[in-house]
């Protein structure tokens, strides 16, 4: 493989390039498009969980353009994506469904007619309530990122037998909605045979291929623009409902441009999130702390219209050595929103069990648990058997420990609050999508790359310039990269951690070949592309970016109010691009962690057939007063297999492991061991001294 | 039913005919063509859309744009118009933001905080209500608590806004 030996840019800590629109607001988001003349959508969405619409009728508010409705809309040409096939006919599938959307002049009149709208349903029986003890679980075929459904090696159930030591808990995760600050947005424009969307997304190239192929229109015939988006955390990793019908409302209306911005309340039923987790995680150990047997139980809610099965039990696979171990997926199909990614599905919710797991375990052996992971530490991959091309967790649990001051630990009181710390693993692949082209261009002294990639606050921006200038051998400055836009070649989604490693490697190849093509001294307007596929080394080591996470918990006698006052992640991701956003994206992760394990909960009323957590003020996420001491750093990690660049990804290991690392200080400050999220003061309250 | 209106927004004035109903945000963004405040929420849950009014911080999703006649109004883009003020500078400095979406108002909301600090308001983190407030990081933070960040900024945001304070 190509590597880029003589770093220059790669690695310099550099003010994200487009900082100077963002803190002006100035930065153009889709809602923010400069259109001429837009008119305003507002949806219109189902009053029950199952039935079928009868009657939308909508007032002559003044202003008010069109209205569309189920079963009378556009026909599309692909309804294979049920959770695409908007307005096809009138059964209602969940609450919160899109039934209907009305077109006004301004905005005020687009919401007035939506307020004023009558909507006549029948109801049907809904069946909305989770329960990991239902008799219709199921086994799907595969699980989210096609990973196989269930797994065993050895024979887990002796080792819990004849194991010294045996940790048999159930862990549970909430609901949880992405939530990005920038709404779900779009500004559609149909001039009759060309459709422009300005687009919030995460990847502008797969929304064209959806929506190319939900309309039947050629691919050259849609133009997908994302410059800025606002968060994601997966929910914009693909189109969902909303899009479709921004483009429904266009095309409706040729010639004049559409806005569509989702309410916060509406992005709790159209965008997905991340489903409840039941974990069954069985650890068998000798008295020693090595283990034997893992395993680890997962059942989880999906939808009926759109399975999606979260791969918590995918973790628990590779994290540690033990002869025997056996993981397994069950889904209840409900009558429910399309659940979707959320930040690191699979790892997140799966390293919650697995590293409480690990605490109780190291309790129960009277070892220390950074030491117990360590001694489990595998000399190859578990799950495949193939060697890891870097594996960084044992210098992120030494050093981590040094730089947080773990040893001595003590839990102790100060004034009125318990003192306790807590310590976790993190790990996320090192993904590379298979697919993304670059193209370079040379003029006037500057070299511009372009690729249809996504910044989400992730700094691509900046880091791809980095790739390229170290790919062409120049000074950064001469650099400038330009994304999100379809017009630009094909690049993957942002997602899986995969974006700087896939896109990156495109890049070095477009530098490569420019090179081999114009030299040292390019004429203007010289130009190259470089195109990637798999990575050849990708079947051949297994592939992850690991950390260490750690925690200090305050838990207040008498209140039982929960404080982590410090926060601080150790990460072995292989090269960092650009140490500044690196930094951010690791504690962004961390934050969003420490969210999870004490506020965020989605509360489903099987009665209401929805969540009833819809706004900010009952679905809470941490604020600056939560989370202000949050640190992460890395260790130096050079990984020649994962990409030229050497680099993992960083987008999602931030959150994998802070949720069990708050738990597990709680525990030691407390003495309480909650396995049920969020960690409220609630359920700390009754063990409290 | 519609009245005139005049927004004196970022230096310049404007003269709309808007419905009482409009808020401040939309007539900005739909009206002014002033997209800097964001629209997060629209329930003054997240601070998204926090402006200057009179050099206080408001949320402009929930304040009537009616009630703003003739008022000083400023944006994050009004703050930044002949280069970047302190607050943003150091928002830069120590990346306290990702995606940006919630940045213009955080950045707002910071000015009008440091605004409210200057003038002795106490908040729920000063120990002793009555007393000349210290600005530590459990003050900015506290203070800042109305500016909802899902990237998780906070960690860069209070040391970028110590150092505002500190250098001010």
Partial sequence: MTTLSDRQAIGRDLVRREGGLKVTGTAPYADDAEVDSPVFCRLLLSPTARGRVTGIEVPEVPGLLTVLRAGSAEKLTSTGDDELAVLQDTSIAFRGQIIGAVIAETSEAAREAARLARVACTEEPQDTAFSPDRDDLYKPEKVNAGYPTDTAQGDLDAAMRTADVTVERTYTTATYHNNPMEPHSTTALWDGENLLLWESTQGVHPVRETVTEVFGLAPERVRVVSPHVGGGFGSKGAAHANVIVAAMAARALPGRPVRLALTRREMFSLVGYRTRTVMRTRLASSADGVLSGVGMDVVAPTSKVTEFAEQAGVPTRMMYAAPHRATSHRLAALDVPVPTWMRAPGECPGMFGNEVAMDELAEELGVDPIELRVRNEPAVDPASGKPYSSRGLVACLRSGAERFGWSGRRRHRVGDWLVGTGVASSVYPAFRMPHSTAHLRYADGRYVVSIGAADLGTGTWTALAQIAADGLGVPVELVEARIGDTDQPYASVAGGSSGISTWGSAIVEAARAFREKHGTEPPDGAEATGEIGSNPAQGQYAMYAFGAQFAEVHVHADTGEIRVPRLFGMFAAGRIVNPRTARSQLIGGMTMGLSMALHETSVLDPRFGHVVTQDFADYHVATCADAYRVEADWIDEHDRHVNPMGTKGIGEIGIVGTAAAIVNAAHHATGARIRDLPLTLDKLLPHLP | ?168
Wanted: proline share 5%.
């Fill in chain 2, 1 to 168: 039913m519609e009245t005139d209106v005049t927004l004196r927004v970022d230096g310049a004035e404007h003269d709309l005919r808007i419905e009482p109903r409009t808020t401040l945000l939309d007539a900005l963004r739909e009206r002014v063509g002033n997209t800097s405040p964001k629209r997060g929420c629209d329930h003054g849950q997240c601070g998204s859309c926090t402006v200057l009014v009179g050099g206080r911080r408001v949320l402009s999703c929930l304040t009537l744009a009616v009630r703003c006649h003739l008022a000083e109004v400023t944006t994050a883009r009004g703050l930044g118009q002949s280069g970047p003020h302190p607050v943003q500078q150091a928002f830069l400095d120590h990346d306290g933001f990702q995606c940006g979406f919630c940045t213009p108002g955080q950045i707002c909301s910071a000015v009008g905080m440091l605004s409210e600090f200057s003038q002795g308001h106490p908040s729920h983190a000063s120990a002793d209500v009555a007393a000349e407030p210290d600005l530590t990081e459990s003050e900015v933070a506290e203070r800042m608590s109305g500016n909802l960040c899902r990237c998780g900024a906070y960690a860069n945001i209070v040391p970028a806004l110590l150092d505002v304070a500190g250098g001010s």
